[in-house]
Every structure is written in C-alpha cells, then in structure tokens.
C-alpha cells in the first residue's frame, strides 16, 4: 500500500486559471513522483523529487511547477492551465534503497 | 522503435485459460523490470518485480529474457478479476529516477 492520498480527486477548471494539485504519504518515503495518464501514451513524468526542496524535471514538464517543503507533500502546480493538460494525474512515491514505485488513486482534471 | 513497447490486445481468453504477454524494451542495459495491473480509472498497482531472470507469485509467473531484450507475464488459470490492463515497466538504471512505461495490454477473461 502507497499510502498515498490525492486531492482533489476530480477537478474542472477553465483555461489560464491555476491549478494546484496535492500528494500526502503517510510514508517517509524519500522519492516522490508525479506522472500523467494520457489515452495512447504511457505514463510521463512530469516532476520527480528525491527529498524536500530537491526536485527535478521529467520529460514532459513544460507548464508544471512542484514544490516539496515537507517529506510528506508533494504539490503539483499547473501555472496557466490549458486543455492540453486534460490528463489523469498520479502521484507515486518510492522507498530509498528500492525500486518499487507505488501510486495514488489520481486526479482527473478536466481543463476547458 | 519506441523504448518499451506492448501488444495493446485486447485478449480475451475464458476462465482457467493461460494466457502470456511480452514486453520489449530497447535499452540492452536495462536492470529492473516491472508488471503492474491498472483496472479502469484506477492507479497502477504492482503485481510483480523482476531483478533477474525471473519470478513467480502463484498463478502469475514473469520471465526475463536479456538476450532478446523483452519480459513476460504468464498468467495461469484465469479468473474473471484478472480482467485489467497490464503495464510493463522498466527502470533503465536502478536507482534513477527515470522509469520507462509501455502503453499496457488489455485481457478481458471471459466466464
């Protein structure tokens, strides 16, 4: 179990509005991860953390900000939303010293 | 070619049949490979890990064929919760953060 929460889980917004979605782990876990489910395409990274206030760009980060000031809160932040965003977003998170990622149960936004 | 690739199925097979699945990865160096089962509108949820050449958990058994450069899953005896689509993941250097997701293969079982 991930022990992953998300929130919200389902979100309608309009272009060019800001949006800010949560990942909580009730887990210290060090590596978190947000990912985008788009139909045709596996999941992307969009933003990967290795601890508080370190993160990093995955492949598909343009428009997408995260912070992480605590180990337990991951936040993705989409700055000026559009509808190209429209996707199903997971957060993962993984143990140091393994390679076994887990997911939330995700985040379905709707941008229009 | 794309870095892991799945057959998208569907495969509908009865209940108590075998069915298998392959998965391709393009990176030769790759070292830890990943099956996770993802049913409709819901996460990912991992099934099994792969290290070496293989690893079973009952009725599911996934082998590793480096020479070739793909994965499997055999799943036996199918049960109607088996209906899902399954993912193969690979991680093409442990321990980074980059972990390579294919499109998933698609089983309906079949009462």
């Known amino acids: 179990d991930a022990g992953i929460t998300q929130s919200p889980r389902h979100k309608v917004t309009e272009t060019g509005t800001p949006v800010t979605l949560r990942c909580h782990q009730t887990?210290?876990?060090?590596?978190m991860y947000w990912y985008r489910q788009d139909p045709g395409h596996g999941l992307r990274l969009i933003h990967y953390?290795?601890?508080?206030?370190?993160?990093d760009k995955g492949e598909v980060s343009d428009g997408y900000s995260v912070s992480r000031s605590k180990t337990e809160d991951f936040l993705l932040t989409l700055e000026s939303a559009t509808s190209s965003q429209t996707s199903v977003y997971f957060c993962?998170?993984?143990?140091?010293?393994?390679?076994?990622?887990?997911f939330g149960p995700g985040t379905r936004l709707t941008v229009t | 070619r794309k870095e892991v690739e799945q057959d998208p199925g569907p495969f509908n097979v009865p209940e108590g049949a075998t069915v298998a699945f392959n998965c391709t990865y393009s990176n030769s160096a790759s070292q830890s490979f990943f099956w996770y089962r993802q049913d409709c509108r819901k996460e990912p949820k991992l099934l099994m890990s792969?290290?070496?050449s293989g690893n079973e958990d009952g009725r599911f058994t996934a082998q590793l064929n480096r020479a070739s450069q793909y994965i499997s899953l055999l799943i036996r005896d199918s049960k109607l919760s088996d209906s899902a689509t399954y993912l193969c993941?690979?991680?093409?250097?442990?321990?980074?953060?980059?972990?390579?997701f294919g499109t998933g293969t698609r089983l309906k079982v079949l009462a």
């Open positions: 953390s290795y601890g508080v206030k370190d993160t």
């Open positions: 887990e210290n876990h060090r590596y």
């Open positions: 792969v290290y070496s």
């Open positions: 993962a998170n993984r143990q140091a010293g393994t390679y076994e990622q887990y």
């Open positions: 993941v690979v991680n093409p250097t442990s321990g980074t953060y980059k972990y390579i």
